[in-house]
T-cell receptor, first 115, second 111 residues
């Protein structure tokens, strides 16, 4: 079974530029998550999709971050314009089971450096 | 709000030493509890889980017991190996199938 795919793996941009990350979840997984992991911290949930609908985006900085999951499969997370504090690893995860207990499967992440 | 607190790292051990990584949680309900591991250059992987009080999760020689009375889920292993070197994250489940992570504890095992 193929895992969660993410691209690119690394990205370096200057502040005020825009950037987009792509995620393809495990086939059949209805729930998709985007996390931000700042160095030395645990992952923080940015947005959660159930199929192509948003379940939770309470911690997404909506003035600069956006995400979509067209057709309920792959997803794109965009930052525009980027700030220095956006430097982090962006993790995508997917899961197949609603309700507890459940298990999320993580991709390798995209490491973003904003200079 | 709900939160997870882990012991700070790095934890440095010699091979075959006993490992304990402390984790405590605060929650308004009865969450499920998890340990995830992140090996260098890889994504997070579920190591073990427990869904109710007194449950013991175990995998690859690691164990953790869900202690409701102390709101803890400490990770233990009797004899660590160099290959166990990684960052370990404790997590609890929140509403809508969310995970709330601790800050992570880096483990370095030396031969």
């Amino acid at each position: 079974e193929a895992g969660v795919a993410q691209s690119p793996r690394y990205k370096i941009i200057e502040k005020r530029q825009s950037v987009a990350f792509w995620c393809n979840p495990i086939s059949g997984h209805a729930t998709l998550y985007w996390y931000q992991q700042i160095l030395g911290q645990g992952p923080k949930l940015l947005i959660q999709f159930q199929n192509n609908g948003v379940v939770d985006d309470s911690q997404l900085p909506k003035d600069r971050f956006s995400a979509e999951r067209l057709k309920g499969v792959d997803s794109t997370l965009k930052i525009q314009p980027a700030k220095l504090e956006d430097s982090a690893v962006y993790l995508c995860a997917s899961s197949n089971v609603r309700g507890a207990p459940y298990e999320q499967y993580f991709g390798p992440g995209t490491r973003l450096t904003v200079t | 709000g709900d939160s997870v607190t882990q012991m700070e790292g790095p934890v440095t051990l010699s091979e075959e030493a006993f490992l304990t990584i402390n984790c405590t949680y605060t929650a308004t309900g009865y969450p499920s509890l998890f340990w995830y591991v992140q090996y260098p250059g890889e994504g997070l992987q579920l190591l073990l889980k427990a869904t109710k009080a007194d449950d013991k999760g175990s995998n690859k020689g690691f164990e953790a017991t869900y202690r409701k009375e102390t709101t803890s889920f400490h990770l233990e292993k009797g004899s660590v190996q160099v290959s166990d070197s990684a960052v370990y994250f404790c997590a609890s489940s929140g509403g809508y199938n969310k995970l709330i992570f601790g800050a992570g504890t880096r483990l370095a095992v030396h031969p």
